[in-house]
């Protein structure tokens, strides 16, 4: 079992939710609902991982708020 992060934004001219892996070129999706996009991105991902180990292009340190006045 392998496990990957993932960021999810939602498009704001479809509504949809869209998640990629980040670094990984290709690692992406989408869904109506958080449910739909966790399947769609498995399957996206299970398909890239037939071609082997990933490739990152970066590596996903985390997420931090910045306050501005």
Known sequence: ???FQVI???DPDTGLLV???PGWPG??????????LDENLREV???LLEDGEPR????????Q?????
């Open 45 to 47: 991902i299970a398909m």
């Open 56 to 63: 990152f292009e970066s590596e996903f340190v985390g997420l």
């Open 1 to 3: 079992m392998r496990t």
């Open 19 to 21: 998640g990629s892996v």
């Open 27 to 36: 690692a992406h999706s989408q869904g109506r609902t958080q449910q739909e």
């Open 65 to 69: 708020t910045i306050r501005v006045a």
């Open 8 to 10: 999810v934004e939602r």
